[in-house]
């Protein structure tokens, strides 16, 4: 029997419920083996994701290599969330003053309730391939499960898999399932894919957009050798021309139609490298549809809010750097468009993409704004001193995922309430763009 997840209407949304108002705890400069049920409670300050799945397991058991054993971040970047003064403009050296603002209320406030959640934890399995096997009788198992699916993907992340190449004639037919696609669709909620459904999108032909599709198509990741490898053309012009009938049929956001939009194509890649060719087109559609409706409006309003965002808070989290782009007329706008549209895919290389996005699918996409905030700071000595900083900005830097995780969760607990709430909206929710419109509320 196949898992089924049922989400309320009003949860729609976001896969993730309001667990998205939750900013992930920095757990991965843990220095220890074993994680205390303090710390695992500090990962959420409330659970409210609402899922109602009876079971949540895989159709296929895939060996895992490598062990399962935390590993530390060598990135040891500490910052503050007071004020510092105009003299300590290196944001790398200040240290984190915790106060009882920044301790995260535990998930269950109840004691008892507390009691038997971290009790039920420690009798859940410990791999990600015991978790997708298992069968779950009631939500709170659900939830532990997707609590610690997430909590592993942050301390110890997927291990690594050999993806074998394939000849160009059958990459669309031989597909071996990864245990990443596996995770990717358990944290989307893709437990159903429809072949009828596909082919009969397929079958509808050339849609409105199929010249835009054609015109991106060929350039997508075309110096990555992986991905030529396992991914086509063809592939890609037929999950993007489907998805565009799909939001053509059923799909809008607001008032404004959900559409094929230039960066779409780079935004697909990761999920046909993944996966199998249906499992990827259904993947995507739903990650669109979910987590970044408004990121592929025509007019990209999620996608400005998103960069309105990545200004206001680089500027709360290192004034120095701001300031001296500032003067250089450099917004966010200007250089970071296609990191914040493509959620970092256009950064090589792919492998490290594909690492960054289990983190963003496990804890929300939206902290791909403070990602692309964590690679300028991890080069902010160079931009400081470069006489032209957008000649480095131009090209990013080769992404590390490790440091940029590792910077991004500590990051994270430094940004107001208020200023985190819109970060979290702005993939979906238009009224973020009328609430930006305020100056000076965060600074």
Request: proline letters at 5%; glycine letters at 2%; a positive charge.
């Amino acid at each position: 029997m196949a898992p089924v997840l049922i989400l309320p209407p009003a949860l729609c949304l976001s896969p993730y419920g309001s667990a998205l108002h939750e900013k992930p705890s920095n757990l991965i400069n843990s220095s220890t083996t074993q994680l205390s049920s303090q710390q695992q409670n500090k990962m959420f300050r409330r659970s409210t994701t609402n899922l109602t799945t009876i079971r949540l397991n895989s159709e296929e058991n895939i060996p895992l290599n490598g062990s399962t054993n935390k590993q530390t971040t060598e990135n040891k970047y500490k910052s503050s969330k007071s004020q510092s003064s105009s003299s300590s403009g290196n944001l790398r050296q200040r240290s984190i003053t915790w106060t009882k603002n920044n301790i995260i209320t535990p998930a269950l406030s109840s004691a008892h309730l507390r009691k038997t959640f971290s009790q039920q934890n420690d009798k859940l399995p410990n791999t990600f391939e015991e978790i997708l096997n298992t069968t779950h009788r009631t939500e709170r198992e659900v939830k532990a499960s997707l609590f610690k699916l997430r909590r592993m993907v942050l301390i110890e992340g997927l291990p690594e898999e050999n993806l074998p190449k394939l000849d160009p004639s059958v990459q669309h037919l031989i597909r071996p399932t990864s245990l990443r696609s596996k995770i990717w669709k358990h944290f989307l909620g893709v437990y159903h894919v429809s072949a009828n459904e596909y082919v009969h999108l397929i079958k509808k032909g050339k849609s409105c957009v199929y010249d835009k599709v054609r015109n991106d198509t060929f350039r997508t990741l075309a110096t990555d050798k992986k991905f030529l490898e396992r991914v086509n053309e063809e592939m890609l012009i037929r999950v993007l021309n489907a998805f565009a009938w799909k939001m053509k049929s059923s799909s809008t956001c607001g008032n404004q139609p959900i559409t094929y939009v230039q960066g779409m194509n780079v935004l697909a890649a990761p999920f046909l490298f993944t996966m199998s060719e249906i499992d990827a087109f259904f993947s995507f559609a739903t990650f669109i549809q979910t987590c970044c409706p408004l990121y592929v409006t025509p007019t990209l309003q999620g996608v400005h809010c998103g960069l309105k965002l990545l200004d206001q808070c680089l500027q709360i989290l290192d004034p120095k750097l701001f300031n001296y782009l500032k003067s250089k007329n450099l917004t966010a706008e200007i250089y970071a468009l296609s990191s914040v549209l493509t959620l970092c895919a256009c950064t090589p290389p792919l492998e490290q993409v594909l690492k960054l996005w289990d983190f963003l699918l496990a804890y929300g996409v939206h902290l791909n704004i403070l990602c692309v905030i964590a690679q300028l700071i991890l080069i902010r000595d160079q931009l400081l001193e470069a006489q032209s900083p957008m000649k480095l900005l131009r090209t990013m830097p080769e992404l590390n995922a490790k440091s940029v995780i590792s910077l991004t969760v500590q990051l994270v607990q430094q940004i107001p309430d208020k200023l985190y709430d819109l970060l979290v909206r702005h993939p979906f929710d238009s009224s973020v763009e009328n609430a930006l419109k305020k100056k000076n509320q965060f600074t």
